[in-house]
């Protein structure tokens, strides 16, 4: 017979699961065929028949199909089964001298010659070979293989091994470069805090030349109200004459004292450098709000702490408050009823400040309704019993009266 099979070699997946493997390859006798099994870290186990694999005979009519071979144990996922040819390099068929023609032994001779030759190929292929157009007179040698070391050509056109372990090299240039990039990164990161420490740098030049803009502001408005205090005018509330600020000193006790005049900025008074002989005294302070000038005493047409006394005889009338701020700045009064309507005042101070006590009785529950003029900047009003509903007034030049409420005893 002939045979027309070029296949040398099959190669198949492990799933788990499969078993049967088609072997399209030439053979004559199963113990021509070869079953390698490969796992998945590459170590290679050659499988015996029948003890892991069993293969059906050859077809004795057309060997060229082949047959089946089957696993015991199936491959698993991540091994290779490959089924090649192996075929003994002998000649065990007998040719006696005489007799008649064995034309079926001489034609499965040939068949078995041409099935070693394709053995022989398929091994080649998996084999280093040089160029055809290569310059070699003798075949390359190739030394003894030596651990951890790599093959390269020499001089003389042989194989040999390398002086150097090529992982160790490969690990060595590896780390070289991480110390590289680390490298450039450290200087990345210098470059970076250099231009950080020279916008810090800049940013404190530009806050000490800020600051020192701000003195010099600050300097020149202190300059600007000591000249503004040399002579400015006070209206008082209750009064249409206007007093005028000759001077400003402050005693040895601590008390700031103004010189003042009533006719006019011409006038004159005691010396104001002695505080001895200005007969008038006047307290500063400031608000939280704002700057708000207060006065604790004045000349003779206003007694003695008139501005600070509680006025406690204005009441509810009707279910209608109306409060009186313009001859006094502090007003006590019994919350006895329901305030269904706060008014607003007859008059309005234009500026400066007042506070108002509004004590619930012992019964509590009665509640307020504000008019138009006031302004709820913060605070609730509270109808306990006992609490004192403290409102604290700022008068503003449009009429408008911004209160904050806040409880006490």
Do not use: K
């Amino acid at each position: 017979m002939t045979t027309d099979n070029q296949t040398l070699r099959r190669v198949y997946n492990g799933d788990d699961a499969t078993t049967n493997f088609p072997v399209t390859i030439f053979y004559t006798n199963v113990n021509q065929i070869e079953a390698v099994l490969r796992a998945s870290d590459g170590t290679e186990t050659v499988q015996v028949i029948n003890t892991h694999y069993t293969l059906t005979a050859p077809n004795p009519t057309d060997p060229d199909l082949g047959g089946t071979l089957t696993m015991i144990t199936p491959p698993a996922t991540g091994e290779t089964l490959i089924i090649t040819v192996s075929i003994p390099y002998t000649q065990d068929t007998p040719y006696p001298l005489g007799g008649t023609f064995p034309s079926t032994d001489v034609e499965n001779s040939l068949d078995r010659i041409i099935q070693i030759g394709r053995q022989l190929e398929e091994r080649i292929d998996r084999t280093l070979s040089v160029p055809a157009t290569a310059d070699v007179t003798t075949p390359p040698t190739v030394p003894t293989p030596t651990t951890g070391r790599a093959l390269v050509w020499a001089a003389d056109g042989n194989l040999e091994n390398s002086d150097q372990d090529p992982d160790e090299a490969a690990n060595a240039a590896a780390a070289s470069a991480a110390a590289a990039a680390t490298s450039a990164s450290n200087a990345a990161t210098s470059e970076t805090n250099a231009a950080s420490s020279a916008s810090a740098a800049q940013t404190a030049q530009t806050g000490a030349e800020t600051a020192e803009t701000g003195a010099e502001a600050a300097l020149a408005a202190a300059q600007a109200l000591v000249a503004a205090l040399d002579q400015f005018t006070i209206p008082v509330w209750s009064n249409t004459e206007d007093y005028v600020i000759n001077n400003v000193v402050e005693g040895s006790d601590g008390t700031i004292y103004i010189a003042t005049a009533a006719s006019g900025p011409s006038s004159t008074v005691a010396d104001p450098t002695d505080p001895g002989s200005i007969p008038t005294p006047w307290d500063f302070f400031v608000n939280h709000l704002g700057p708000t000038i207060m006065r604790t005493d004045t000349n003779a047409t206003l007694t003695a702490s008139f501005y600070i006394t509680a006025d406690t005889s204005q009441t509810i009338s009707s279910g209608v408050f109306t409060p009186n701020f313009l001859n006094r700045n502090q007003i006590e009064f019994t919350v006895d009823a329901t305030i269904t309507n706060f008014a607003n005042p007859a008059t309005t101070p234009p500026g400066g400040g007042a506070i108002i006590y509004a004590t619930q009785d012992g019964t509590g529950g009665h509640g307020i309704t504000f008019d138009s003029s006031y302004n709820i900047n913060s605070g609730t009003w509270s109808t306990t019993a006992g609490v004192v509903n403290q409102l604290r007034c700022l008068f503003q030049s449009n009429g408008t009266i911004n209160v904050d409420i806040v409880q006490g005893t």
